[in-house]
């Protein structure tokens, strides 16, 4: 049995059949924005493996970061003791959010930081008195981890999730945003006034409203106005529900501001961010709450936070994450994203005539075609392939989320296979003509 064969009939990779048909790619090693991969040769990362790897692979500075740490202790346990990659990574991550966000949970994944940041929204009404506010609202569209509560948040109807139902705690959904980072005054209070009332009738049980701010991610590659945010945020204050913003995908830089939520100017009760804090490195989230919150997330009774996971604050994945966001910031990486902005609006725009693109989302270093069916993703990745990109569609959408180092040639090879592939698609039999509304009206959008 080759290593290919043994990978394909015992190894599970995500949101596949244990014994699929396809033969992967096997990754040898990566450098900048390159894969090498042993049948494929090299090929351009357009997905930042997963939206993570935002300064490239092997990034000398992030090597010796880990390195250093590693001649030090790979992990401690952080349950009664602590550690000077924690202290100096929660020092780094209170002095870059709002002076208020000060209360930083360490975790090791994405879905874990959301699931933290629920708890902490339980505890802190039982701690207020108000144990009945125990339920959640979410968006429509949105992707907030596949746990069993984030896996509820996810959409009812088009995640990836339906077949848990009954199974799943049932939130207060929200619609979906309507799509464009610019809206019509008229879109954005009908929005808001709809939303308000839903939140108004279940104020009583709802303790906190979770999002993802400015850019929906996995649920559908959508970018919504920073007014909507900026209004959402107003009425959770007025009627008294925590905001949770799931910045797992947006943080550091994505939007083209450091954190999505600067674009409507507001601060969230809790912040949850992964993925990119490490540089996509090592596996770590954190969840970064008020302190303001904490005497009431411990309530009369001095309750401690309910959570510890194992690799709490890892060594190594601190040291990566310090690294990185020094990586980050010492760089001019808003003239980066405006640069591959730019260029990914330019590269795409032609792509409006098609009559089966039903809308193209450019926002900062990210950029989605909706079709108006389902990709054929073998066939989009087979064009990567034979152009030396790796790229990865789902449903009826084919993005890129490129790292911030990739240069001007390697986005041209990308914004040549996802062009290719928007054009070979087959445009629907009947179209609809709402859809083709909503491609006119959303322009892409920087
Ligand atoms: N929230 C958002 C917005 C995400 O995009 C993801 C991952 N795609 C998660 C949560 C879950 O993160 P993880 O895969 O690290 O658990």
Same mark, same amino acid.
């Given at each position: 049995m080759t290593d290919l064969q043994f990978d394909q009939r015992h190894l599970w990779h995500p949101y596949t059949r244990l014994h699929s048909?396809?033969?992967?790619?096997?990754?040898?090693? %990566?450098?900048?924005? /390159?894969?090498?991969?042993?049948?494929?040769?090299?090929?351009?990362?357009?997905?930042?493996?997963?939206?993570?790897?935002?300064?490239?692979y092997n990034r000398p500075e992030l090597n010796k970061?880990?390195?250093?740490?590693?001649?030090?202790? %790979?992990h401690v346990m952080f349950g009664g003791l602590t550690h000077q990659p924690?202290?100096?990574?929660?020092?780094?991550?209170?002095?870059?959010?709002?002076?208020?966000?000060?209360?930083?949970?360490?975790?090791?994944?994405?879905?874990?930081?959301? =699931?933290?940041?629920?708890?902490?929204?339980?505890?802190?009404?039982?701690?207020?008195?108000?144990?009945?506010?125990r339920q959640f609202a979410t968006l429509r569209s949105g992707y907030h981890?596949? /746990?069993f509560a984030t896996m509820s948040m996810s959409d009812p109807d088009?995640?990836? &999730?339906?077949?848990?139902?009954?199974?799943? &705690?049932?939130?207060?959904?929200?619609?979906a945003p309507p799509l464009g980072f610019e809206a019509d005054d008229h879109v954005v209070a009908d929005y808001l006034r709809k939303s308000k009332k839903n939140l108004q009738q279940n104020r009583d049980k709802v303790a906190a409203l979770v999002l993802e701010p400015i850019m929906q991610n996995a649920g559908g590659m959508r970018v919504y106005s920073p007014e909507i945010l900026a209004g959402l945020h107003d009425i959770c204050k007025e009627l008294d529900i925590l905001l949770i913003l799931d910045e797992i995908a947006t943080g550091f830089g994505r939007t083209g501001r450091l954190f999505a939520y600067e674009w409507a100017g507001i601060c969230p009760d809790i912040l949850c961010l992964g993925k990119a804090l490490t540089g996509g490195y090592l596996s770590l989230a954190a969840t970064i709450a008020k302190s303001s919150l904490a005497p009431d997330i411990e309530g009369p009774d001095h309750a401690p936070l309910m959570h510890g996971p194992t690799f709490m604050a890892n060594p190594l994945a601190t040291a990566a994450?310090?690294?990185?966001?020094?990586?980050?910031?010492?760089?001019?990486?808003?003239?980066?994203?405006?640069?591959?902005?730019?260029?990914?609006?330019?590269?795409?725009?032609?792509?409006? %005539?098609?009559?089966q693109v039903e809308a193209i989302i450019v926002k900062g270093a990210m950029a989605a075609i909706h079709l108006d069916h389902p990709v054929d993703a073998a066939r989009v990745q087979q064009?990567?392939? =034979?152009?030396?990109?790796?790229?990865?569609?789902?449903?009826?959408?084919? #993005?890129?989320?490129?790292? #911030?180092?990739i240069s001007e040639s390697e986005l041209a090879k990308v914004i040549e296979v996802i062009t290719r592939s928007a054009r070979g698609m087959r445009p629907a039999i009947a179209l609809r003509r709402d859809n083709l509304a909503i491609a006119r009206r959303d322009k892409p959008s920087t």
């Open positions: 048909k396809a033969t992967l790619p096997l990754v040898e090693r %990566a450098e900048g924005c /390159t894969l090498y991969t042993r049948d494929h040769g090299p090929l351009i990362d357009a997905m930042s493996s997963w939206w993570s790897v935002i300064h490239g970061a880990i390195e250093d740490q590693l001649g030090k202790m %790979a924690a202290i100096d990574l929660g020092k780094k991550l209170v002095d870059i959010t709002p002076p208020e966000l000060d209360a930083v949970f360490f975790s090791d994944s994405g879905s874990v930081a959301v =699931e933290v940041a629920l708890k902490m929204a339980v505890q802190y009404w039982q701690g207020r008195e108000k144990p009945h506010k981890g596949d /746990t088009d995640g990836m &999730h339906k077949r848990f139902h009954g199974l799943l &705690h049932e939130p207060i959904f929200l619609d994450a310090n690294a990185s966001i020094e990586l980050l910031l010492s760089s001019n990486w808003q003239q980066k994203i405006k640069n591959i902005a730019r260029q990914l609006r330019e590269g795409l725009s032609s792509l409006f %005539a098609l009559p064009i990567g392939f =034979e152009h030396g990109v790796w790229i990865r569609p789902f449903r009826n959408l084919i #993005y890129t989320m490129p790292p #911030y180092s």
